[in-house]
Protein backbone atom coordinates (compact mmCIF):
# COMPACT_ATOMS: atom_id res chain seq x y z
CA UNK A 1 0.00 0.00 0.00
CA UNK A 2 2.72 2.16 1.01
CA UNK A 3 4.56 2.12 -2.43
CA UNK A 4 1.10 2.65 -4.53
CA UNK A 5 1.33 6.14 -2.24
CA UNK A 6 4.31 6.67 -3.28
CA UNK A 7 3.97 5.83 -6.74
CA UNK A 8 0.93 8.59 -7.07
CA UNK A 9 2.03 10.92 -4.44
CA UNK A 10 5.23 11.24 -7.51
CA UNK A 11 2.71 11.40 -10.63
CA UNK A 12 1.24 14.70 -11.76
CA UNK A 13 -2.88 14.70 -10.91
CA UNK A 14 -2.54 15.59 -14.77
CA UNK A 15 -1.49 12.31 -15.45
CA UNK A 16 -4.78 10.74 -13.50
CA UNK A 17 -7.16 13.41 -15.36
CA UNK A 18 -7.62 15.54 -12.44
CA UNK A 19 -6.96 19.15 -14.61
CA UNK A 20 -8.65 21.09 -11.51
CA UNK A 21 -4.84 21.46 -9.93
CA UNK A 22 -1.89 21.31 -10.77
CA UNK A 23 -0.28 19.76 -7.75
CA UNK A 24 -0.83 17.92 -4.93
CA UNK A 25 -2.07 19.10 -1.23
CA UNK A 26 -2.27 16.01 1.71
CA UNK A 27 -5.99 16.98 1.46
CA UNK A 28 -6.54 16.46 -2.24
CA UNK A 29 -4.00 13.22 -2.24
CA UNK A 30 -5.70 11.82 0.78
CA UNK A 31 -9.01 12.19 -1.20
CA UNK A 32 -7.59 11.05 -4.47
CA UNK A 33 -6.15 7.91 -2.67
CA UNK A 34 -9.71 7.02 -1.16
CA UNK A 35 -11.29 7.21 -4.37
CA UNK A 36 -9.02 4.84 -6.06
CA UNK A 37 -9.84 2.61 -3.06
CA UNK A 38 -5.96 2.34 -1.87
CA UNK A 39 -6.80 3.21 1.47
CA UNK A 40 -10.44 3.34 3.11
CA UNK A 41 -9.18 6.50 5.04
CA UNK A 42 -6.18 8.30 5.86
CA UNK A 43 -5.32 11.16 7.56
CA UNK A 44 -3.20 14.56 6.05
CA UNK A 45 -0.77 13.75 9.33
CA UNK A 46 -0.44 9.94 8.68
CA UNK A 47 -0.12 10.74 4.75
CA UNK A 48 2.67 13.44 6.04
CA UNK A 49 4.44 10.76 7.84
CA UNK A 50 3.96 7.89 5.11
CA UNK A 51 5.32 10.60 2.77
CA UNK A 52 8.26 11.25 4.70
CA UNK A 53 9.69 7.93 5.52
CA UNK A 54 9.18 7.31 1.70
CA UNK A 55 11.62 10.67 0.94
CA UNK A 56 8.57 11.78 -1.39
CA UNK A 57 8.50 15.64 -1.14
CA UNK A 58 7.36 18.16 -3.64
Known sequence: ???R????ART???DW???AFSTWS???LAAHL???KVVTAVSRE???RILREGRVSW
Request: aromatic fraction near 4%; hydrophobic fraction near 50%.
Open 1 to 3: MRE
Open 17 to 19: GIT
Open 5 to 8: IFLI
Open 46 to 48: TLR
Open 34 to 36: VER
Open 26 to 28: LAK
Open 12 to 14: SPA
